[in-house]
């Protein structure tokens, strides 16, 4: 999918047919399945991007109308088999998200090319509040990133020792 020049991908979990629609079905995984996620689903960018991709590119491929993204909530702890241990929810992204999109993405694009340009450092990036803190708190990389500079080499060390040895990255903060 492209916007202003600037190409927007995203990998989808599954494309279905339900009702003579084309649909995109998402998988999550939770602990518990509820209403506050549906809202925050509907209002994320994974979301809308799946939303323009649905109407402009995989209703006219398939040749059905759009019916929209689906999540299949799975829950993730016990008790297993019970009524709310799956559900599959519709969503609806608000038609302004859709609309805004677009130059949501060509502003990311052009913020990246600007620091592409000026050729930083990794480790001297924007922060991005989505990736860095989330539901479950800060990046296991924050420690990482809150050094700087210096964090590199003991990153690229730990890299090192987990691809010579198979064993999981492990970044230890001297």
Not at 84 to 94: A, E, I, K, N
Not at 127 to 141: H, L, Q, S, V, Y
Request: hydrophobic share 45%.
């Amino acid at each position: 999918m492209t916007s202003g020049g600037f190409l927007h991908t995203q990998r989808i979990d599954l494309v279905a047919e339900l009702s003579e629609k084309v649909i995109i079905l998402d998988h999550k995984v939770l602990s518990r399945v509820g209403e506050a996620m549906v809202s925050e689903w509907s209002s994320s960018g994974q979301f809308t991007g799946y939303e323009i991709m649905g109407k402009t590119l995989l209703a006219p491929l398939y040749g059905l109308p759009w019916g929209g993204v689906y999540v299949n909530a799975i829950r993730s702890q016990p008790p297993f088999g019970q009524a709310d241990s799956f559900r599959r929810v519709p969503l609806r992204v608000p038609a302004e998200r859709v609309r805004v999109f677009p130059a949501l993405v060509e502003s990311v694009n052009r913020d990246i090319a600007r620091d592409e340009a000026a050729d930083l450092s990794a480790w001297n990036y924007r922060p991005n509040p989505e990736a860095c803190i989330g539901r479950w708190g800060r990046c296991d990389f924050a420690p990482l990133v809150d050094r700087g500079k210096e964090a590199e080499v003991l990153y690229m060390k730990a890299i090192d020792v987990a691809v010579s040895t198979g064993r999981p990255l492990v970044v230890a903060l001297e």
